[in-house]
């Protein structure tokens, strides 16, 4: 993406997880929550990335650099604002699009960033929101609009009156500024709410105060908007990515019996043609190729299954490789 980064946010503590583990790190269908957004920012082809860490930077900064990304260190949790604003010197080389994203919303996808950017772009926005409409809003900053649906402002849940909770439209946390004016619009940002942090939100107010071209833009469906604070919404995270992994797999020629019954992880490859019974789990790096069959009730975490081959019900198999003859040890 040509005059194009990625800022994403991970430096919360995740307190309601109730973990050590710092949230963004917990395990979502074989691999780190925060992996998600970053495999949709790679999908994209943004290669220049900055995350923000704070809260266990320790476990976050040998993943982050396995993966060949600048971290950006958020000393204290002051809010959204103050998180990005500590991209400043990551940024000053830099003159472009600024994509910004929190790392515990996994269900984003590159196409729906990509039609926001090419929104952003076509109205030549200064500052762009990505916004969503939602059943049950409660939670969630509200998108406000004057009665013609001119973008005024985005309340937080906590700072807004009853008449602005009733609002459907909301913030997802996904925005587009270009760089430098981001770092200009947070240097008027002030901690006078409920939380006493610099939300990024108010980077809006501030834009619209000054004659910026400011909208938002719902292209987002509900469900992509949905953040991760809790193991109970991890569960359900992992819920709508299994629905996504078996719609995919089956529109490429695979068979699920008993579909909801499937558990598989998102780095598993499956050929066309493949057949699993109920109740399979396959973890990791498993690869089933072309025309092959898992017997139900199997479990099989990084094993190889060549093509035709047919495994008998509650097969365990681990790092191996499976041609016909039984389990063989892949040397």
Known sequence: MENLTAIVLAAGKGTRMRSILPKVMHNLLGKPLLSWGLD??????????????GH????????LESRGLVTVLQKEQNGTGHAVACCKNALQ???GDALILCGDTPLLTASTLEAFLKLHRARRSDVSVLSAVADDPTGYGRIVRNDTG?????????DAPSSVKEIREINTGVYLVSVPLIFELLGHVEADNAQNEYYLTDIVSIGLNSGLVVNAFCEASFEEAFGINSRIELSRA?????????????SAGVTFHLADSIYL???VQLAQDVVLEPHVVLKGHTVIEA?????????????LVKGGCHLPPYTIMRGALYQGEGPCLDE
Do not use: N
């Open 40 to 53: 949709v920012i790679k999908e994209m082809g943004i290669s220049r990335v900055q995350v923000v860490i």
């Open 56 to 63: 266990g930077k320790e476990i976050l900064e040998p993943y």
């Open 93 to 95: 080389d830099f003159s």
């Open 150 to 158: 001119r973008f005024l402002s985005i309340v937080e849940e906590k």
């Open 238 to 250: 992992e819920g709508l990515l299994l629905k996504r992994l078996r719609t995919k797999w089956m």
């Open 265 to 267: 992880e998102a780095d």
């Open 291 to 303: 025309g092959a069959q898992v017997g139900a009730f199997s479990c099989l975490h990084d094993v």
